[in-house]
């Protein structure tokens, strides 16, 4: 008894442990946003003085530097769009690979891995030319294009979960003279919780992350156009970190808040979908 | 390799028998088949299916107004990319340049390439048209009932459904990747560099010219090679050890939160998980300050007198600690942050992997008294495996391609002192990636970089294709069904 | 001469296309110089006007639609100026003028990218020149002759007479001046704080670092960077040159006022010292700003940096000597310019011009030091009192005479970075002559690699 306790204790230390480093940088992003100091500040953890000028110039006083409510809104709408298409194609590939069986399915399945070898960024230029031609460069649907439409080539994890749900159930359904359009819709989809919740966040977050791509395309310059990340990027500029640094923390603290409350809801789908696999199992 | 082998063969053998089936059909097909060879529809509307006739007549029809409204533009200028070079004049009346009509090389190459892909799916559904045509024909003369329509549409939710799956999310996969790739194939074999740029000069086909530069007279600087064999040694390094601390990371992790023993194992897991709220260039550039030679890390082990005592080991001889500006201690730190990156997002696909763990298995484990140990490394482990096997193959190969991590990490920070790897325009640090990644950017060396680019894509493929057949090859992806 | 020549390419122009915004052959008769726009530049000399002659405003206006780039900071006083543009030229044509954000130091990367797409008009950093003329990126200003005589009234050799030499040099390639010199500052000299160091500490390396570090304070400089470290050398009198290939020569590892290496030597003897800090490239003004550096090498984006942090103190000069070989060198710099350059393949070409000429002329020149102390190329505005009296520019000025244009190839950076690098973490002896010279002919190697 006393040694089990003893596990416990030990058990939680060391998560608090772990969670203290992984949060170190966390809280350092959260203390220098409120710092009044407009620099990088190098010798001590906390600001010297607290301030909430970085917040209030972000939020209501946008310069030509900071537009970051116009960011949030571009960056908000590009990740939802293509959150949205990419979870589709990941998942309707995965079930096409996993519950079905065609001719091409290897051999599909083959030039995926292929595909998933060449460094992207080499065919970048190619993509933007892509692009330009359909006149979606400087287009917020050109940036949607370019993070869902080859989504379907990330669709590994989500085949590897469905090709847990067992058979039985599937046949059963087609017993009951369910076709596969149904099956997959209203058998499969409604057990993959996790994986949905999984693919969902992971393309959401795409938009927020990328800089590089998002920066080819939208090339014309005009600030009021740009995603969060460029934006933000563009603040640690070598003439413009020593004014913009708390700034860029501060927003890079705004920026995490939808993606928390995108976490938290899905946390909580997340142990429906623990309780319906276990359910099933 | 030789299941690859085999499976290449049978690929072969199914578009051998393809090409067989469409010249019976068109040896025995009546008129109708024959007039599909012109008209698509024909075949279609003698058995009565006028949507499927007017539907494929349209994309004959768009398909031929493509040809001529667009491909021909581009396709015959294929075999030179072009030769007309770009020239103005300026005219002080109108206060605009005239340009003549010139060619721009990147733009024929792409366009035709677009081309060819359209036409090679045009030929596909061309032939598979009059094979179509040749079966309904059959059916005919046996008195079958040939599908209406809708019926035609239900099987598309039934036995097809997979071409409804398949259809969106592979094209955009061939206009995204694909065809990229292949402008990026092509270009590895024309001169396409500064003195080369369109759309003011042309450049052209050279052959395997760059892949003799690559390898030949010394390579493409004199120490080519040696930065070379030093960048892909830690590109596979990094990729083995970025890949493998995070999974094994996660997995502990997420089997520390998920015991029953754990308390609140919610509020844990949501801590973890705050780390990837926050955009990863931003938590990048922040803990590359915070590591600085100059940052807070530093001030830090020089207040507590760390920096003093590592120099007087001689572990370091700067007046800080070099954490991500000398090989060595930047490559370590590379690795622990990308722990630190890496392990929430593991944490989070190995809690839904585990969730789904059969519990049978594991309360009969848990009967026949096997320790936890025991249940973790003979049933948790090759479930895990098993599951995320192939995705551990994509994110090997996700490292090896990893460029955001290293480059928000080093950026600007990290100066080699290797003069023979600086000659080349490397560094210590550098991944295959980020190295082309400054060929590109900054040398505008668009030929070398895809050349460099491909030798490397084989490398990565050989290694790859070997383990993901293995991984998910044969009857082990029914195992747990 | 200008007359008739302008009168003969408008009435060229005419009778070859027949359109809308038809010359005006009577253009070509004694308009006075009254008829000129009354918002022009009151700075234009008088003498000037009465040889120029100016277009009469077209019967029907075009409609002239343009984008310009400009570093961030600058876009409020930009929209400013695009606006006095406007209202110049409103009698000729409809403007429809946008502007864009892109810094002058990645101006380069963003055109090569895709040089059909970028803006019009654009600002940019010296040392891109080079590479963006052999795109063929930008248009020669000598073509815009003709269209600058006639609505700006002013032809290329007035530009290339307003403004300073250097800047002219640095906007010319193989003999044709490819982009408009907007400002003198992208150089490096001294700032340091006047209660720590004394005029004569300045004066050279030695009583600096020996004066710093007396205070206990530090003085830094970037020496992992190519265009900082090579100071020394072209103190000494070594030269580097660009090859029509592409490729660099560059003679540090020979000799020319001293050994290359006695040059090296001086700056490990600088390197080793305790009171100087080596700072990672782009990371000077953070230095600065956190207050450790009583002197640092920089330029003018850091003198609000550098004003905060030495307060009354805030003080700049010419870059200090340094000794090698026993003697004491003047340490020398790069003469960086600011230009502004026009798009080849810009759908406006000749208003594109009109406008980078109007963000760059000697009104616009003062405005942009009035509003942000941006040191300028113009000569005029150069030779005023407020510019003399800004600490900054001043030295600047004073440096400039030691400066060179550096014309390297892409391939100088990373060894010459890398050779900074390797002095200022000390990893070669000061005394092992051999060893030094090794480095060197590695470092030369690198740097004058073919172009593959």
Redesign the interface.
Known sequence: MNKRFVNIVLRHLLLAFLAFIWLIPIVWLLVTSFSAYT??N??TFFPQEWSLQNYKNLLFSAD??AQFPNWFKNTFIVACCSCVISSAFVLMVAYATSCMRFKMRKPLMNMAVIMNLFPGFLSM?AV??IL?TLNL?NNHWGLVLVYSASSGLGYLIAKGFLDTVPVSLREAAYLDGASEAKIFWSVVLPMSQPIIVYTVISSFLAPWMDFIFAK?IL?????SQWTVAIGLF?ML??????TYFTQFCAGGVLVSIPISVLFVIMQKFYVEGVTGGSVKG | MDKVKGQTGSFFGAIGGFFKEFGTAVANGDIFVKLSLIWMGAGYCRRKQFIKSILITLFEIAVIAFTFGFAMDYVPKFATLGTVQ?E?V????????EFNDYDHSFMILLFSLISFVVWAIFAVVYLNNIINNYKLQKMEQEGKHIKTFKEDLISFLNEKFHITLLALPVSGVVAFTLVPLLVLILVAFTNY???H?P???LFTWVGFRNFR?LFGNGG????FGYAFVRVLAWTLVWAVFATFTTYIGGILLSILINDKKTKFPKMWRTLFIITIAVPQFVSLLLVKNFF???GIVNTFCANIGLTDWLRSMGLI??SYIPFL?APGWAHAMIILINVWVGVPYQMLIATGVLMNIPTEQLESARIDGATPRQIFWKITMPYMLFITGPALVTDFVKNINNFNVIYLLTA??F???????????AKEVDLLVTWLYTLT?????YK?ASTIGIVVFIICAVFTLISFNRFIKGDREEAYR | MKVKK?AA??LA??M??S?A???NPEVANDTPASDAPAAEAPAQEAAESQEVQKAEAPAEK?D?SL?M?G???D??MLQDMINSFEENYKDYANFDI?L????E?TAK??V????????DVYALASDQLI?LV????L?PID??D??LQ?YAGKSVADIKSANAEGSVAASTYDGKLYAFPMSADNGYFLFYDANVLSEEDVASWDSLLAKAGEAGKKVGMTF?SGWYNASFFYGAGFTTDLNE??STSIDFNGSADCSGVEVVQAMLDIASNGAFAAV????I???I??GGLCAAVSGT?DAT?AQDAFGDGYAATKLPTFNAGGKEIQQGSVAGYKLVAVN????????AALLADWITNEENQAIRFEKREIGPSNNNVAASDAVAANVAIAALAEQSAYGVVQNVG??F???A??????IA???IARDDEAAIQT?LD??V??IT?P??
Do not use: H
Request: aromatic share 6%; glycine share 10%.
């Open positions: 620099g990088i190098t010798s030509s530097v230029i933007y030319f330009r460069t080819m090339n014309a310059g005009v600030s563009n500029d070598r003439s413009l970190i020593n | 770009q103005s300026f005219n002080v009346v109108t206060m605009k340049n560099d500064q003195q740029m759309p003011s000069a530069d493409l600087t004199v120490t600085g030679n100059s001889g700067t500006s600007n920070v100066v080699t002192t290797n003069q023979a790897m600086a000659n080349s325009q950017q900054d040398y505008y060396n070398m | 302008l390419l408008l122009g005419t070859t296309l359109l915004a038809c010359g075009q002239v984008r780039w570093a961030e900071e876009q409020a946008q864009g954000v892109e810094s130091s990367d963003t090569l990218t895709d040089i059909e797409a970028a803006a590479d052999k795109a063929g990126a248009q073509d815009m003709g269209a006639a992992a290939d592409g990672p490239d782009g990371d003004s953070n230095q700003a956190s984006w940096a080849a393949y810009s759908q406006n070409a000749g208003w892409g391939n950076w990373d060894p970075a890398t050779f900074g690098e390797m973490q000390g990893q480095a590695t470092m190697e690198g690699a172009i593959q």
